[in-house]
């Protein structure tokens, strides 16, 4: 099969790099930066890669401009496309999808969330006999990486991010990051895949940019870590879901064993019960391994992760499986304003001028527009899901 | 598609229900023990399957006889194979594969290991563009039921083995389970997907028998718990391994977070690093989810989880890869004795006319084949591997 690649970034370098000596593949062109061209298989010139006789693109830019440009019109010259891009298959999956339907071409985009975990595929398999009750999980390196060094050595969350920028875990500009925003893309990735519904309004995000080492004092003092969670699912009316925020999980949890930038995916099926997958969410040869299982999923002859008929649009976050007791933190001064709007069950702690606090349940929605509202009066407040306990 | 189900027991039930009312699938006939048949779909001769006009059998009975006779028949006949049957498979699974493939027919069993985590499907896709350099895991539900109630209920062997069997997570004969070697069966198809090898013999297998409350009392001191673990893979120099050994691991391991009767299977890819799926090992609905997926993937072509060219036949265990320490115990009296053909490194303690110590590193064959030696002359010996650290 020929292929040709657009970008020859961290992933699409080693893409290509896992490429060769395959005898199954040729690599035709890879698409590069202006100014970038250093060797024979390398264009600045997308034409020339539109042009040329792959049968199958691999797109590795990031962004959604020119990407979506790119990927669509190759679609519509009639080669089959793979993208890591969750940004773009947020976006525009659905219309990308169009196009290799009517053209009867592959799409598959395994690599965009989870990086080596196979997540995607494996909703794709399991949906098809079972039921998918709901799925999500730590699907943000940055972020946990962040989340695990305050907690396990006690770093504030500059320096956590500084050490996370160090080591090349986050970005100069790390704010899709921590905003939960990288997450909530790639949840809709996995709620296109189980329920053939993007949502893509009307979700609640809350990232980590509230924490502070002086919650993961409270957290430990109570058994308990910090962990950013996407989650989606179907609620007991059969409406969908889809939120991210911090949840206050106890050591010895699953999620608390996830440690540095590991990602963990799981899904609840109802016959399957919970299935949990652990690998690394980013960088160069796992993300790339996923795209290669991909390359060797479209050899095989498929042709797509969704269902027939995906939607665009959802609603919810009144479900019933959204109510949530949450543990709060806010100044001592402006407990008083937090707790008139929303219902304390028990002040835990007050220590330096603070005070922590767990609610009495109510729905996720519910919890993040208080919170906004009591931000928007000048409050400064963290919040965290409480985690249910585990057998 | 026709389907026809030999076996109505627990797993062979749960396929059934999960097959009614699906437009894609008929079950033609469920093969019963004789005096079981009490519904028209069911009969006692498995002549009346073999000639239905089914094309896929669906083999749930468990054991090798008449399971092996009425499988490699049914493919003869033209029918494709899915298998439930781990003590089948590592039997026999060539010999099936053989027919299948001259018959160009289906045959999987992704349900004979890890039930509903989907880890030999999942292998068989990353092998083709990955380099699996070990696989393995916690693949019994049973062994890991018995020694989590060791370690957080303080449970005594017979007792936790007791409360195994009262809830249904032990057979009335545990022998299979306790000893090992039901999680070698595992290893050996998980090798054959993984590497296109059985091992059937010279593998190592240490199962729990010997493990005693006063083990998780030393475990515990040093801040650990243990837990029963399957190993293949590759060593240096390309010679496959396999072994089964209890693993002494810290709280907070991904290993120690494995609670009850949940499995955890995991492989390294050269590429993807490392990979973890956990879910339920066993159990009505999530074996039959994993058949299910199978139906599905037969639906969708697939014919096979093996590689082009599977041997049996193997060797190794002297390999650099398999160089441990172990936790060791025996009785202070004939510690000695044990020291004198294991070089120690340390004693950690002494306990109630018991010694506990570490060993220096050496071969798990090595390990296996002392302790053998050990318990021949008539020493009590529990010994456990050493965890490496983790990040």
Redesign the interface.
């Known amino acids: 099969m020929i292929i040709s690649i657009l970008g020859h970034g961290v992933v699409g370098k080693?893409v290509w790099e896992?490429l060769q000596g395959?005898p199954l593949y040729t690599v035709r062109n890879v698409l590069v930066k202006k100014g970038e061209k250093t060797a024979d298989f390398m264009t600045e010139s997308f034409e020339t890669v539109l042009n040329d006789d792959s049968e199958l693109v691999i797109e590795c830019m990031g962004g959604i401009d020119p990407a979506y440009a790119f990927t669509s019109k190759c679609l519509e010259a009639g080669k089959s496309l793979i993208s890591s891009n969750k940004a773009l298959v947020a976006a525009h999956g659905i219309d990308l999808l169009e196009i290799a339907r009517r053209k009867n071409l592959s799409f598959i985009f395994s690599a965009a969330c989870g990086g080596?975990?196979?997540i995607l595929?494996?909703l794709c398999?399991?949906r098809?006999?079972?039921t998918i009750e709901h799925a999500g999980g730590i699907l943000n390196g940055t972020t946990n990486f962040i989340l695990d060094s305050m907690d396990r050595l006690g770093l504030g969350f500059d320096e956590a991010l500084a050490k996370a920028k160090a080591l090349g875990y986050a970005e100069a500009d790390p704010t899709a990051d921590i905003s939960g925003m990288d997450t909530m893309r790639k949840i809709m990735l996995i709620s296109m895949v189980a329920y053939d519904v993007l949502p893509n309004s009307d979700y609640d995000i809350e990232g980590i940019q509230s924490v502070s080492a002086a919650d993961f004092s409270a957290a430990d003092k109570l058994g308990c870590t910090i962990r950013l969670v996407g989650n989606c699912g179907l609620s007991e009316s059969g409406r969908l879901y889809a939120y991210v925020q911090p949840v206050l999980c106890s050591?010895?949890?699953?999620l608390a064993?996830i440690?540095?930038n590991v990602n963990l995916a799981m899904y609840h099926?109802?016959?399957?019960?919970?299935?949990?997958?652990?690998?690394?969410g980013a960088?160069r040869?796992?993300t790339?391994?996923?795209i290669?299982?991909d390359?060797?999923?479209v050899t095989d002859?498929q042709k797509q992760l969704l269902g027939e008929k995906c939607l665009v649009g959802f609603a919810c976050n009144d479900a019933k499986e959204c109510t949530k007791k949450f543990f709060v933190r806010t100044s001592s001064s402006t407990f008083a304003s937090l707790s008139e709007k929303i219902a304390i069950e028990k002040v835990l702690f007050e220590e330096d001028g603070k005070k922590w606090a767990v609610t009495r349940p109510l729905t996720v929605s519910e919890m993040h527009r208080q919170v906004s509202d009591a931000r928007r009066r000048g409050l400064e407040v963290f919040f965290a899901e409480l985690q249910e306990e585990?057998?």
């Open positions: 080693g896992m395959n080596a975990i196979p595929q494996n398999r399991a098809k006999t079972d050591r010895g949890s699953l064993g440690r540095s099926g109802k016959n399957a019960g919970d299935m949990s997958f652990m690998g690394q960088g040869y796992p790339a391994s996923a290669l299982r390359v060797s999923s002859g585990q057998a």
